[in-house]
Structures are given as structure tokens and as C-alpha cells.
């Protein structure tokens, strides 16, 4: 069994018309032999990212859903010149082939790169790595040093600087999930009410400024198959931006999944962070803010605003399901994890002591109630 990452069966609904493709690319002057071989990989939980194989070439499509979505996400424009601008200083991204802004081809904007070859590690590693307990911990020492690499990439007088607005990321980040999420909200889940007040409450100024990725996790990372623990590739650029630091790594540390975590979070667990030589979050947050020098008085901010985030993204895509714009079945429990969500950052808060610690309980108690005790 091979440990490469490959792609499976194009999912039913999403299928791609591969002749508008093929002749589109062939007028941008992409010499294409013999018959596609397509195929959908399913890791993904937005964007629809198919592999097109050819005698002579190895590519990558990417394509938004379907269906309802936010105004600025699944901007496929966006995506393609973030990793084409931000390549020479970061050798870790797929070569871009062409983007196609043209709808009347298969009826969105859609962009192709050339694919790497090599290991995602997802929710379970190959068994055929055998990864020991201390290259385990190698590995993720090197993911946070490609991020930590990301941070320092030096941006300003790029075309990268076009990405940002300035000062003040923080406030708007919070601002703008408080919105999506109210737009997005369906009636079986949490309205959330203590957990964006706090936030709104507790913004801090921006800490510094760098470009950020913006949904770092394991499974947007491509690992070189001679040598497993090193890193080869970084993939899904669409909310890499211009912002804090701190927000990049609290989103990417509501993600990570720990061996204690409750038994919703290791069902729904998506990177291998729980297996032995993986740093805890805490472990993640001491290494990353040692090596880049910065201090904080105010992590539970960051580390609640990442899960309130992906409470978010949970429920966009949710929102699709329930609103039957997509059949995926991986889709249909979702609710029940941002539920789950929702009840780590009240306890996240109530550690902080805020006055509405009392009614935080309660409602911790309550969802247990609905959802199961945490283990």
C-alpha cells in the first residue's frame, strides 16, 4: 500500500466537465496528452479540489461549491496570485499553471496547478511510516517552523502587502465572524451570545503584522515520501492574508486535537496531533512565542476567537446541508460539533473569571446534558 496521498471517485453532484476544461487549458497553451484520469480527493470540507492525470501531466483543480456562500470566501483569483506572488519567498507551494475567470467555461472561476507528490498527513498517519514517539515529535516541530517561516516572510513593498488592510485586523476579524455567523446561524445550533460578547469585549491591539495562512492545520501540509517528517508543500491558501500572528496560530490550535480531548473532538479530528511526541496546545503556544520573540498577556483571546472561527466555518458549510445545496454526508453532524465548540470556549472563558462564568456553567451543563459528558 502506497503512503502517497491520492484522490478517490468524483462525488455524486459534483461532478467536472472535464472537455470545457481540457480546452480551455489547451487554448492557455497547456499541452495535455492522452486521456484524463479525474479524480476528487474528499479531505476537503469547502473548496472542491479534483486531480487531473495525464500521460504527460500531473494537475490540480480547484473550484468553489456550489450553493450559498460568504461574499469574500472561495475566491479563487485571490487563492491562485496569493501562492504565485508569494512563491520566491516561500518554496514550499505548487507551481500555478492558469487561473480562469470565465464562468461559460464550467460555470465559476477555477484555477490549475501542478500537483506535489507526496504525504497529507490527516486524521491517521500510513501505518506503513511507523513513525517512532520522537520523530513523531520532529514532525511537529517542523509544521510549526513552516508557519513560524511563514511569519517572517518579508512582505512589505510586495505585491503581498495588497493583501492586508493595515492596522486594526483583530477588531475586524471578530466583527466580521460575529456577522457570518449570524447570517449562517440554523435553528439547531448555540446563538453563541457569551462567547461573541466576550470577544467583542476583549479585542486586543494588533500584536504585529505578517502574512498568515489562516487555516494552518496538518492536512494542508504535503510531506517528502523519503524523508516523512519534512516538509515538502503547503496547500489551501484562500484566507491567507495580511494579519496578526497570534490569530493565525489560534486558529490553528483550534484544530488540534489532544489524547485527553472528548470524545466528540477525536471523532471529528482531522490531523494526527494526538499520537505520542505531539506537542500539547500549550507546548505549541510556549515554542511558537519563544522562537518568535513575542509576549502575551491575553492568549485565552486568541485561542477562544480560533474556536469561535471554526464554529464558524462549521456552520457555513453546515448551513449548506441544512439547506440541502449539498448531500454530503460528511456534513450532517456538524451541528453537533459546533455545540461542542461552543462549550470549550465558555470553559475557556469561565477560567478567565468574567462575570458571566456562573451562566457559562449552566450552559456547559446543559449541552452535556444534550451531547454527552466529556470524557
Not at 74 to 93: G, I, S, T
Request: proline share 4%; charged share 25%.
Amino acid at each position: 500500500m502506497s503512503v502517497l496521498d491520492v484522490a478517490g471517485n468524483v462525488r455524486t453532484g459534483e461532478e467536472l466537465n472535464i472537455i470545457a476544461v481540457e480546452n480551455w487549458l489547451k487554448a492557455q497553451g497547456v499541452e495535455l496528452q492522452g486521456k484524463a484520469e479525474v479524480t476528487q480527493y474528499s479531505g476537503g470540507a469547502s473548496n472542491w479540489t479534483y486531480r487531473l492525470k495525464y500521460d504527460n501531466a500531473d494537475l490540480i483543480l480547484r473550484r468553489p461549491p456550489q450553493g450559498t456562500k460568504a461574499k469574500s470566501a472561495h475566491d479563487m483569483a485571490r487563492e491562485y496570485n496569493v501562492q504565485k506572488n508569494l512563491a520566491p519567498f516561500y518554496p514550499v507551494l505548487p507551481e500555478m499553471v492558469a487561473l480562469c475567470q470565465d464562468e461559460s467555461v464550467i460555470g465559476c472561476d477555477f484555477y490549475v496547478m501542478k500537483r506535489i507528490e507526496g504525504i497529507i498527513p490527516r486524521a491517521k498517519l500510513p501505518a506503513e511510516l511507523q513513525l517512532t514517539e520522537s520523530k513523531v515529535r520532529e514532525l511537529c516541530v517542523n509544521v510549526i517552523d513552516k508557519l513560524i517561516e511563514l511569519h517572517q516572510v518579508p512582505y512589505q513593498g510586495t505585491e503581498l502587502e495588497k493583501l492586508g488592510k493595515g492596522e486594526g485586523y483583530c477588531r475586524r476579524q471578530v466583527e466580521g465572524w460575529d456577522k457570518r455567523y449570524e447570517k449562517a446561524r440554523t435553528l439547531n445550533v448555540p446563538s453563541f451570545k457569551w462567547v461573541r460578547k466576550w470577544l467583542l469585549a476583549n479585542i486586543p491591539a494588533d500584536s504585529n503584522s505578517c502574512v498568515i495562512h489562516n487555516d494552518w492545520r496538518f492536512d494542508n501540509v504535503i510531506l517528502d515520501p523519503r524523508h516523512p517528517t519534512e516538509v515538502i508543500g503547503v496547500l489551501d491558501w484562500e484566507m491567507a492574508t495580511i494579519g496578526d500572528p497570534l490569530m493565525d496560530l489560534g486558529s490553528a490550535l483550534a484544530y488540534w486535537v489532544e489524547e485527553t480531548d472528548n470524545r466528540i473532538f477525536k471523532a471529528t479530528r482531522r490531523q494526527p496531533t494526538h499520537l505520542k511526541g505531539m506537542f500539547t496546545r500549550q507546548q505549541v503556544v510556549d515554542y511558537y512565542l519563544e522562537k518568535m520573540n513575542i509576549q502575551t498577556d491575553n492568549w485565552t483571546f486568541y485561542e477562544v476567537f480560533g474556536i469561535f472561527r471554526l464554529a464558524v466555518i462549521a456552520q457555513q458549510i453546515y448551513y449548506r446541508y441544512y439547506h440541502k445545496q449539498t448531500n454530503n454526508p460528511a456534513f450532517k453532524d456538524f451541528w453537533i460539533v459546533i455545540h461542542a465548540l461552543h462549550v470549550r470556549a465558555l470553559k475557556l472563558i469561565a477560567q478567565q473569571k468574567i462575570k458571566s462564568n456562573r451562566t457559562a456553567q449552566k450552559y456547559i451543563s446543559k449541552v452535556h446534558h444534550i451531547i454527552g459528558k466529556e470524557k
